[in-house]
Each structure stands twice: as structure tokens, then as C-alpha cells.
């Protein structure tokens, strides 16, 4: 069922996207001029400054282009040099997700906005503040005119950045061209590493699975023992000590360029992401409410672990492939 599906809509999206041509690798805004539609608005958002107290930080800042959209240190920074307490993710195919950060505490993009802007640890700037400042800017009330007939307003705000982050669904990826029928699109490790991945040695798929392989359910993978390792994740929002130490279960679209991996950040490679999946007692030996998926080590030989690194790699999109 769930490979039939992921075929279908493997190379319906193929399709799709056959028709655009990727964009490069860049961390500024990816048109010239002034922006024309509502998803070009949203982007300019996206990499301003104005939206942050002090105005030193944009979404930006954390989420870089180039890196799938994630930050690539464990913890970012934020206004005032403040650090903020989980790892910034990729912003990638977000559209279809009905929950929205680790603990899913935003069930829209569009709801989504408000945090990090004011986040004292983030941008730190009350939304009215946020939004106040775009109302004073001439330029802004002209572009918000201009495409949404009306001066900037949080609803607003909210739907162009949301709308530019719709824009970042990736299906130019060498696995989705294999899945597409070219057989040599990745490497027989990789589709090794692939079998591994949807099978029952690995179990990953039981988690990992949809297009973007991700069931977008709330998982414990032992990364919370109580002594060391403290963020509750899900509990926070839910209050069910059934959620303590859940998290969500994250897409692996891009995966390759978004490290360091997990809500703390605590693994710097994928190779230390498979290292802990093939024993997870060794990093972490006492961990709470772990996932039964979890319990026995999966003894992977060293060529597994790098199989499945290379499946994993092969899901990364051209626009990110430094060339
Ligand atoms: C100071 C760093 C920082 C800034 C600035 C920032 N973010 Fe984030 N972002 C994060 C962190 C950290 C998380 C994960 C937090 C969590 O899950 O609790 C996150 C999560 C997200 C997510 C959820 C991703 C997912 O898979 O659930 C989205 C979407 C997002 N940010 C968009 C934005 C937008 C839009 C802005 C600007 C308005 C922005 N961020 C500004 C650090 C930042
Ligand atoms: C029981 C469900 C479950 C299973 C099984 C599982 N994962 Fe995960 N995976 C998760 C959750 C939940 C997270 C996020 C945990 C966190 O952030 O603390 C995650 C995170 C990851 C990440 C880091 C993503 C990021 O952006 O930080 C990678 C890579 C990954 N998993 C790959 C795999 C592979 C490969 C396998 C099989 C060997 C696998 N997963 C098996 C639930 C699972």
C-alpha cells in the first residue's frame, strides 16, 4: 500500500515539476525587482530584518536557503545573540503537514508565523509591533496594496510567508527520477539502502513513511531519559504522560543538507543518526517511554549503515547539490 502510494505520487509530482526548472543554491531573494505576486511578498518577508526587535534577525537567518532552509548549528541565535533551545529544521515540504514543529504546538503555516517572531529567544517582537512597523514602511503598504488590495495586516503577513513556503515542495531529487523509471538516476548502494529503509530490519519506513517520509504522527526514539536529555516534546502541548519524549516525526526530504539532525541537534551527521538507530542504548542508556520499534539493536554490517546513508542522500534536491 504504502509503496504503491509512494510511487503514484512519486512521479505524479515528477511531472508536475518537469515543467519548472529548480532554483539555484541562494541566500538572497530568488527575483529581481520588486516582488509581483503573493509568493514573492512572502519571501521578501522571509529574509527581513524589520520583523525582529532589533532588526539583526530575519526567518532567514535560522532557515538558510542554501542549507535546505535549517540552520546548521545545533541551537541558533537569535535577537541580542539569545540561543534558542531546539534545532532549527528544514522549511521543505511543508505544505501537506497538519502539524508544524516538534511538538506541533501550529497546525497551519499560516499560524505558524507568529512564533519565531515572538519568540524572546527568535526575533523577539510582538506581532502588533511586527506588523505596526510594516504599516509605517511606504514601500511594504505599496507591495501589500498592490497584491492583496490592502495595507499589511497580520492576516496577511502570515498568508504571504506561508504562501512562499508552499513554493519549497522538492521533487528534483535523483530518488524521485528513479522512482520516475531511470534506473541509474541513483547507485545500487543507495537502492540497497532503500530496501533496507522500507523493510522490517530497519523499520524506518514504519515511521518514515508518505512521499516525504513522514506519517506527520508523534514519535519517542529515546531521546528523552529525564537527567540528560529533558525536552518532554509533545507532553508540553498535550499534558498525556503517553506523549513524554515524543517528537515529530520529521520528513527526510533534503536530510543531506540540513544538519546537525534531531530537536537538539545532537547528531552532526547522518552517520551518527544510523550509529544511533543501530544501537540506541549505546548513546543514550536509560532513555523513558522509548518506542517498542525501538527496543532491539538492529546490528547493521558497515556496509548497511552506508546504504542507507546513500538512500538517504539520493533524496536530496538539484537546487541543493553544490555544483
Ligand atoms: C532564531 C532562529 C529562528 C528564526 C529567526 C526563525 N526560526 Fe523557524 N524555527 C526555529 C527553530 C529552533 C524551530 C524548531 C522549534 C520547535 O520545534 O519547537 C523552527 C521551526 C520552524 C518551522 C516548523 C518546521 C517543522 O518541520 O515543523 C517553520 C515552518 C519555521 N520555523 C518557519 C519560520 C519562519 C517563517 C520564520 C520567520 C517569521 C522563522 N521560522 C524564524 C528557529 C528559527
Ligand atoms: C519509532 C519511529 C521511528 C523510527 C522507527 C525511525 N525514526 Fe527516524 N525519526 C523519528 C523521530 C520522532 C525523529 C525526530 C526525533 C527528534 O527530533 O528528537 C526522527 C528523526 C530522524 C532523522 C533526523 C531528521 C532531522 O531532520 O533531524 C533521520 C535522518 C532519521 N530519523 C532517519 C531514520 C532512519 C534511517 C530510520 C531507520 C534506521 C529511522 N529514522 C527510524 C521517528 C522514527
Redesign the pocket.
Known amino acids: 500500500m504504502g509503496r504503491l502510494r509512494l510511487l503514484i505520487v512519486a512521479v505524479a509530482a515528477l511531472v508536475i515539476c518537469r515543467s519548472m526548472t529548480p532554483r539555484e543554491p541562494v541566500n538572497e531573494l530568488s527575483f529581481k525587482g520588486d516582488p509581483q505576486t503573493q509568493e514573492q511578498l512572502g519571501e521578501k518577508l522571509f529574509f527581513e530584518k524589520k520583523l525582529s526587535a532589533d532588526q539583526s534577525i530575519s526567518c532567514a537567518s535560522c532557515h538558510i536557503p542554501s542549507h535546505g532552509f535549517?540552520d546548521t548549528v545545533a541551537f541558533s541565535t537569535g535577537v541580542g545573540g539569545r540561543r534558542g533551545k531546539r534545532?532549527a529544521?528544514?522549511c521543505t515540504n511543508l505544505s501537506g503537514r497538519p502539524y508544524l514543529f516538534?511538538d506541533g504546538r501550529a497546525p497551519t503555516l499560516e499560524d505558524q508565523v507568529r512564533f519565531p517572531i515572538e519568540d524572546k529567544l527568535e526575533m523577539g517582537l510582538p506581532i502588533e509591533k511586527a506588523v505596526g512597523r510594516l504599516q509605517a514602511d511606504k514601500k511594504y503598504v505599496a507591495l501589500f496594496t498592490k497584491i492583496y488590495g490592502a495595507p499589511p495586516s497580520q492576516e496577511r503577513l502570515e498568508g504571504a510567508i506561508a504562501a512562499f513556503e508552499r513554493t519549497l515542495e522538492t521533487s528534483h531529487t535523483p530518488f524521485d527520477r528513479y522512482m520516475a523509471g531511470d534506473s541509474l538516476a541513483i547507485s545500487a548502494s543507495a537502492i540497497r539502502g532503500r530496501e533496507l529503509?522500507m523493510g522490517s530490519k530497519?523499520?524506518?519506513f514504519?515511521?518514515?513513511f508518505s512521499p516525504d517520509f513522514t506519517g506527520d504522527e508523534?514519535?519517542?526514539?529515546g531521546?528523552y531519559d529525564g537527567v540528560k536529555l529533558k525536552d518532554t516534546?509533545r507532553y508540553v502541548i498535550t499534558r498525556n504522560a503517553a506523549d513524554i519524549g515524543?517528537?515529530?516525526?520529521?520528513g527526510?526530504r533534503n536530510?543531506a543538507v540540513?544538519a546537525?539532525?534531531?530537536?537538539?541537534g545532537m547528531?552532526r551527521t547522518?552517520k551518527e543518526?544510523?550509529e544511533y538507530?543501530d544501537d540506541p542504548y549505546k548513546v543514550v542508556p536509560k532513555p523513558i517511554n522509548m518506542?517498542t520499534?525501538?527496543a532491539k539493536p538492529?546490528k547493521l554490517t558497515a556496509e548497511e549503515k552506508l546504504d542507507?546513508e546513500q538512500f538517504?542522500i539520493s533524496l536530496t534536491d538539484d537546487r541543493f547539490v553544490k555544483k
Not at 218 to 221: A, E, K, L, S, T
Not at 260 to 264: F, V
Open positions: 535549517a534545532n529544521p528544514g516538534y529503509f530497519t523499520k524506518c514504519d515511521c518514515h508523534f514519535r519517542n526514539i531521546l516534546g515524543k517528537f515529530k516525526v520529521p527526510l536530510v540540513t546537525p539532525y534531531m530537536h537538539n547528531f547522518l543518526v544510523i538507530y518506542d520499534l525501538m538492529l542507507i538517504l
